[in-house]
């Protein structure tokens, strides 16, 4: 290819498969010989109907997804979902429980507030988000009408790596951050969310992966575009989907299954996060990582750069030197490398490498 791809680390929207662009590209303006792209299609048709039954069936197939959940194509982002989970399953005087690793599950505790009364699991922001709280540490009752978690914290580079086991009481997940990353034990939760702006295609569909005897107990006095069962009972077809975004979403998950699967993925994310993870603990505190090391995420990689005045001189050259997105959110500060499962090994090297000559210059 002649595309000269930029060293991209975006959080969110982020990098996606060169491959997945170039087929989109080819498929734009004439999708299957039909004279139109899938955008101008009606969602009733024979030809999109194809790509959004596909789209579902392989994720459920990679992902592992057992026969008794539901996969939907929703909008509004893992944002909405903040508020359509406790909306469904949450009333006046019910109780959730939720485990605070960050910002995004502040606001999701933040809007189940306004529907009954949820309550903190465990929360590590004494020490600044640094780490996921161990799971003997997580409080919940056996009568709350779930436990909420957010599985990779985007702007503090944690991930957690084993789930804790809340028995009859459903585990919700949102996992905007890392879903597809790994494999998961989708048996363990209730409901997954995930915007698919990161692992799975552009934004403009959220992904919801809901356990099917869940729908049965979800509150029906809500509107009905915030009702799951709406949305189950149509297969994401009660009015017009995103049908772009599902179209990308199917090519990316069949990207993924090119690469080998879930194993695979996480094998490559493992490579490419330790190396620029390698760096910073190699350089005797010239950078500091602001995970603890136990609780570190694969996908974001949160740092500094220990003197404040070269900090600003490593995101200046970096910039110049062509990586994007290495900024850390606007709310804490700092440097991050988002290395999603589109971000190439290639790409993390040549950050390791840009890094250490940077120390090597500046120290
Ligand atoms: N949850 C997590 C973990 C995220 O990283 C983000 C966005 O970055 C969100 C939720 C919000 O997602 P959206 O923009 O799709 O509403």
Request: charged share 25%.
């Amino acid at each position: 290819t002649t595309n000269k791809r930029a060293y991209n680390f975006n959080a969110g929207p982020s990098a996606l498969p060169l491959e997945v662009l170039e087929k989109a590209q080819q498929e734009l303006v004439n999708y299957n010989g039909s004279g139109m792209s899938i955008m101008e299609m009606s969602h009733r048709s024979k030809d999109y109907d194809a790509v959004h039954n596909e789209a579902i069936a392989r994720l459920k197939k990679l992902f592992s997804i057992p026969e008794n959940y539901e996969v939907l194509f929703l909008q509004g982002g893992a944002s909405l979902q903040f508020t359509m989970v406790p909306m469904n399953f949450l009333t006046e005087g019910k109780t959730a429980s939720y485990v605070l690793t960050g910002s995004w599950s502040e606001k999701a505790l933040k809007e189940a507030k306004l529907f009954g009364q949820p309550v903190e699991a465990a929360s590590s922001k004494e020490n600044k988000y640094r780490n996921i709280p161990a799971l003997n540490d997580i409080k919940f009752n056996a009568d709350d009408a779930y436990v909420h978690l957010t599985s990779n914290n985007t702007i503090y580079g944690t991930e957690w790596v084993e789930f804790p086991d809340t028995g009859d009481v459903p585990l919700v997940a949102d996992m905007s951050s890392d879903i597809l990353s790994r494999p998961v034990d989708v048996s363990k939760f209730g409901i997954i969310y995930a915007g698919a702006q990161k692992n799975l295609g552009p934004s403009g569909v959220t992904v919801v992966i809901i356990r099917k005897d869940l729908l049965e107990k979800a509150n029906t006095n809500i509107p009905t575009m915030l009702k799951y069962t709406t949305h189950a009972d149509s297969n994401s077809l009660y009015n017009t989907p995103p049908a772009f975004g599902i179209y990308m979403l199917g090519e990316v998950l069949k990207w993924v299954e090119n690469q080998g699967g879930l194993e695979a993925v996480q094998k490559r994310n493992e490579e490419k996060a330790k190396l620029i993870y390698d760096v910073i603990d190699s350089s005797n505190g010239f950078y500091k990582g602001h995970a603890t090391p136990e609780s570190r995420s694969l996908m974001n990689i949160t740092f500094r750069v220990a003197d404040e005045e070269l900090e600003k001189k490593f995101l200046a050259e970096a910039k110049e030197a062509g990586f994007v997105g290495l900024n850390g959110h606007r709310s804490v500060g700092g440097c991050r490398a988002s290395a999603y499962n589109a971000v190439p090994v290639e790409t993390c090297k040549a950050l390791a490498d840009f890094m250490v000559e940077f120390q090597n210059k500046n120290q």
